[in-house]
């Protein structure tokens, strides 16, 4: 398809679930339409759960918080686009799943023009209204490469330079330097790597001088007492700190480890050295965007068959590549 021949003022990105991972893998594109389109006013519209993660960045303007989880939210959405002045274009940002609630507020913005991914791809009717439907592509590229497509049909695409995510630099001021980070948990428990594989991780670590903590998310409570009583001496614990804050100490760290979840997009995006574990997910695919990730998948896609020695196959170089150097 020939790019849209227009060279819009105002830009409405709807990104409303609230998977931060997902969110993150649409940086590069939200990024290449910003610096496509300088002139122009950016608004990106995300869940309540993300908005945090977006505040302060420079990928827009301009942040709007919708709830898309109960008919309220998505009516006051709606309701404010269509109060709103219109805008020029507005584009629908879908990953492995198509949200009805969403669509309908992109249809409601009464955008000029209308771009997103073919709903029939869902098995859905088009609820957005498109003015532009981009066929998804039939392989199974890195979900970045998949929201690239959608800026390229806008005229925009380029792959931007990481880092993708620019922590405060008040918060960074706050947070140590030179740490490990190990999320043993997750919000869905099938991405969970077994504790005591974790423990055999965080020991070689320790043993080898370096300062490591464990993380904890409001998702995952408990798994920092399994991998404790697995490996049998306490660590420090990170426990309910904001994304934001998260991020910073992401950037100034020296290591972060974890499973397939929204901490490990994040620390990937802040240009941390970063290594995934992956078991039913395919990291091609899934990987978090940045300068120093790794991934672990064992070739059966069974977590279980990861063996602490693959993680740190993957860990340790991170730490003695210069460009994946803490500064």
Known sequence: MDPI??????????RPQNQLGDLLLNVPAIRSIR?????????LIVGRQNAAAVLGQRW???IRVVDTRNFVGVARGGLRGLRDSRPDLSIYFTTV???RSAGMLVRWSRARERVGFDASHYGERDRAGLTRGVTYPGQAPH????????ARAVGAGARPDPPYYVPDAALRDRVPEGMVYIHPGAGKHKNRWPADRFAAVARDLVGKGLSVSWLEGPQDPGTV???????????????????PMLGARFARAALYIGNDTGPLHLAGATGCPTVGVYGWTDPAEWRPVGRCVRSVRAPDGKLESIEPRDVLSAALPLLAE??????
């Open 5 to 14: 021949p227009s060279d819009p003022r105002t830009i409405h990105l709807y």
């Open 322 to 327: 210069e460009r994946c150097v803490v500064g």
């Open 60 to 62: 827009a303007d301009a």
């Open 143 to 150: 979900q970045s490469d998949v929201s690239l497509l959608l």
């Open 97 to 99: 799943s198509y949200s």
């Open 225 to 243: 007492d399994a991998v404790t009583a697995a490996l049998g001496v306490s660590l420090p614990v990170v426990r309910g700190e904001s994304i």
């Open 35 to 43: 610096e496509r389109f300088p002139r122009a006013r950016v608004t």
